[in-house]
Structure formats: structure tokens, C-alpha cells
């Protein structure tokens, strides 16, 4: 695998489009702090690690809304992946974007840790940017 973190966007993209309630991602501490700032902003329902087999993964629940319809539809909207590893973007303090006009967020990889770009910005640091969600 190439790039964990990509897989890991795939893995709840796929799973969100399936309509599954739960999908699986092999344990690291970065996608830890992804799947957690999820859950702070509430895309998620809920994170949790268990192991099979010897193996360590995270079990991310999802989230879906109902219309006046009773269809669900998954509450990510979208998931994308901007700094890679061929490509590092990287953005100042004043620099950090606004995802989906204020509709979505930045996960950040900062000097004082992960974080959302909002977050970022009120901390006055810049970093890399490792995804937007919406």
C-alpha cells in the first residue's frame, strides 16, 4: 500500500456509497487523530480500536441522515485527499482554505499536532494539509 491515509478516505468513501454502518482501517496514531477529529466534528458516529487476529484496526461507525422519504444517505458528503506522497501541500497560518464555503473542514498536520484548519488558524500555525471533508 502507498499511501494509508488515501486508503483509509477510499475505505469510509466506498463504505459510505455501500450503506454500511461500520467500516474497518488498519491502526496507526494518524489515522487515529483523523478518525478522532471525525467524531469531534460529528461525521461520524462513533471510533473505536479492537484487534483480530493479531492485528490492530480502527472500527469507525458512520452516520447517515433520513429524508422525508426514509431513504438514508450518508452524512459525508465528500472525502478528498490533497497533500500526497508525491505531492506535499503545504499552506501558512493566513493561507489555510475554506472547504465548501464553510460547509466542510481541513485536517491539518501542524507543529502542535493534527487539527481542523479552523483550528489551525485560531492557533496562529500552518502545516500541512492532509484532507477535506464535507
Keep these: 500500500m502507498l499511501d494509508p491515509i488515501s486508503d483509509m478516505l477510499t475505505r469510509i468513501r466506498n463504505a459510505n456509497l455501500a450503506g454500511h454502518t461500520e467500516v474497518f482501517v488498519p491502526l496507526s496514531k494518524l489515522k487515529l487523530g483523523i478518525a478522532g477529529i471525525l467524531k469531534k466534528k460529528n461525521f461520524v458516529e462513533k471510533i473505536s480500536e479492537d484487534e483480530v487476529e493479531g492485528r ?30 508525491g505531492q506535499r501541500i503545504y499552506a501558512g497560518k493566513g493561507e489555510l482554505p475554506v472547504v465548501r464555503s464553510g460547509y466542510g473542514f ?29
Design 106 to 134: 481541513s485536517i491539518v498536520s501542524t507543529s502542535k499536532g493534527l487539527m481542523t484548519g479552523e483550528e489551525a488558524k485560531k492557533a496562529g500555525v500552518g502545516g500541512e494539509i492532509i484532507c477535506e471533508v464535507w
Design 56 to 85: 490492530k484496526r480502527i472500527r469507525i461507525d458512520l452516520k447517515y441522515i433520513r429524508d422525508e422519504k426514509g431513504k438514508k444517505s450518508p452524512y459525508i458528503k465528500g472525502l478528498s485527499r490533497v497533500s500526497r506522497q
